[in-house]
């Protein structure tokens, strides 16, 4: 590149990262605030940690905290069974009935509006409800089937994308060597794939941790998600305990995607090292 | 081996079973809901729980009867709002994603040609706002963009301007919105296009004596031409059903079709006209997705 066309590549991508970033800084700025007019600096009383501890005497935020990890853990495990079944089916067979509707059916969820979504799983549990009485009612069962759609199909797409970029050499040969298929998957497969199987796992917890639209269609009464309560309290206007809370998350998330890169990245050095 | 033999003669193989799980899972919660959908949006609306009437009645003892109606249909297209919200929802996620386009293609560019190590922190640093809740990132520009909020702070204190500017509740703090969040979208399906270019052909082309935007108009902007269209739809297509910006940043006149279906479920309880609304929603995006599909089939056979 020359001179000039990198210097205005530079200033994209530095106004661009400033725009990524401001809005989140913002927030953790202001979770130390003291005022409670959120985003008028108090001098003279900040940093203060009062709404941290405000956060953690929410009885409210904390058990809807409770309810969404439980969501998002069976969620994140369901998902990726589910997604790395259907991601190694469509990398490794070439040829089975159903494959194109199977491709069809976890690529929609990606790009699919979440009112339509949410909208038409709530109709098929009332549909099924009345058929078959089951689910009764609706709550945890129900919000995480519906989250389980579609975060499976994201874990199918990262499965299948790390299974298409290594060649199958290492199972045929296990397979030549009279290993039976279920042995080759958890022997040479899974250990290959589990770096995308960890993502799909995070990803998974993180979806599910974050939805709003698809969790107030398909949860009940006494079942509502982190992300439902936030929404309730945002509606009335900028509260700081939401800046604590996004604080905490932004800290987690940090550290957990840093942490995962810097796994990955080492574990890449060593394969590299020792093949 | 012998229940393998067994299950084999009825057809059922190991690779079937494979696929077997997810395969009816997604065509149980995925596919058979938006026959559900499809039925629903052709009931009349019933003061009941759940509140439409079925379409399949008993009449008399022998005899049941389909009572199929478009009242749903017929009733958004004779009620100019439906038709409005559908006319500027697709306006709003088109101008969307050209903005994220010229947001988004200048910074994917400029991470597919840094250094090896430098481009992996600038990649990561596109995906963690993507692992971080959409809902509060979107709170966050509440507090940017209020009226006592920290731009006009910033703006007044430094003598820009001596009025607070409206920009919460406005179309602008929308698209901000909407750009936003779609951003990383955009950006990592077009990194990951870029990435294969062969840089070599700009060198050519700029030693043939091509000026560098020439270049970049006759062979980055055509090779990378799948990497834009599968970022724009992957904008675009959510961007159309979208709720919770246009809930939270576009204040009470913000007409967009998933905001009207969400208050006709939850404020009106009219089921079916949200079904009905669904389903004109989906015969819009459906070709979209083939679409996104189609480019994305070309990518990774490209890729292989």
């Known amino acids: ?275 | 081996m012998r229940t393998a033999q067994q299950l084999q003669r009825i057809g059922i193989s190991g690779r079937g079973l494979v696929v077997a799980l997810p395969y009816l899972w997604l065509m149980l919660f995925f596919v058979v809901p938006f026959i559900i959908v499809l039925k629903i949006s052709f009931s009349d609306i019933d003061l009941a729980i759940p509140p439409y009437k079925p379409l399949l009645e008993w009449v008399g003892k022998n005899s049941l009867a389909i009572k199929v109606n478009f009242n749903n249909y017929a009733f958004l297209f004779t009620d100019s709002l439906y038709l409005r919200a559908f006319g500027n929802s697709i306006k709003v996620a088109f101008i969307s994603t050209l903005l994220c386009l010229v947001v988004g293609y200048p910074m994917a560019y400029g991470i597919a040609r840094a250094k090896a190590a430098t481009r992996n922190v600038l990649l990561l640093l596109v995906i963690l706002p993507f692992w971080t809740s959409l809902l509060l990132r979107v709170y966050a520009w509440i507090g940017l963009l209020k009226a006592n909020g920290v731009i006009n702070n910033v703006l007044m204190s430094l003598g820009i301007i001596h009025e607070p500017l409206t920009m919460l509740y406005t179309p602008f703090a929308m698209y901000v919105g909407i750009v936003y969040s779609y951003l990383p979208f955009l950006i990592l399906p077009l990194y990951a296009n870029l990435e294969k270019m062969d840089w070599q052909l700009l060198e050519a082309a700029e030693d043939l004596g091509c000026r560098p935007w020439q270049a970049f108009y006759k062979i980055t902007l055509p090779l990378s031409r799948n990497g834009i269209l599968a970022g724009s739809m992957l904008v675009f297509i959510p961007a159309v059903g979208e709720f919770v910006i246009p809930a939270l940043l576009g204040g009470p006149n913000a007409l967009m079709i998933g905001r009207v279906l969400w208050d006709e479920f939850f404020s009106n309880r009219a089921w079916p006209v949200a079904s009905a609304v669904a389903i004109l929603l989906l015969i819009l995006l459906v070709p979209f997705m083939m679409w996104y599909q189609s480019v994305q089939a070309r990518e990774t056979a490209g890729a292989r």
């Open chain 1, 1 to 275: 590149m020359n001179y000039r066309s990198s210097f205005f590549i530079l200033t994209c991508l530095g106004l661009g990262f400033a725009f990524l970033y401001i809005p989140i800084l913002s927030m953790v700025v202001f979770s130390f605030n003291a005022s409670k007019l959120v985003t008028v600096w108090d001098g003279a009383h900040s940093p203060t940690l009062k709404w941290y501890v405000a956060l953690l005497q929410n009885e409210e935020i904390l058990d809807a905290a409770w309810i969404s990890v439980k969501v998002a853990l069976i969620n994140a495990t369901g998902s990726v069974i589910l997604g790395t079944l259907a991601g190694f089916g469509l990398a490794r067979f070439s040829q089975f009935r159903g494959r194109f509707t199977l491709n069809a059916m976890t690529t929609a969820p990606l790009v699919m509006p979440e009112v339509i979504t949410g909208l038409s799983l709530l109709l098929l549990f009332v549909a099924l409800e009345q058929l078959i009485g089951w689910p009764a009612g609706r709550g945890i069962t129900t919000m995480t089937i519906a989250h389980m759609t579609f975060s499976m199909a994201y874990v199918t797409v990262i499965v299948n994308s790390r299974l298409a970029t290594f060649d199958t050499a290492l199972e045929e040969a296990a397979m030549d060597l009279g290993a039976h298929p279920l042995k080759v998957f958890f022997v040479i497969t899974l250990p290959i794939i589990f770096p995308a199987i960890l993502s799909g796992w995070l990803l998974a917890f993180t979806l599910s941790w974050d939805d709003l639209v698809i969790s107030s269609f398909t949860s009940g009464p006494g079942s509502s998600t982190l992300p439902m309560v936030v929404f309730s309290k945002v509606r009335l206007g900028v509260s700081p305990e939401i800046n604590v809370l996004a604080t905490i998350t932004i800290g987690v998330v940090t550290a957990m995607i840093v942490g995962v890169s810097l796994w990955m990245a080492r574990k890449a050095r060593l394969e590299r090292v020792a093949p």
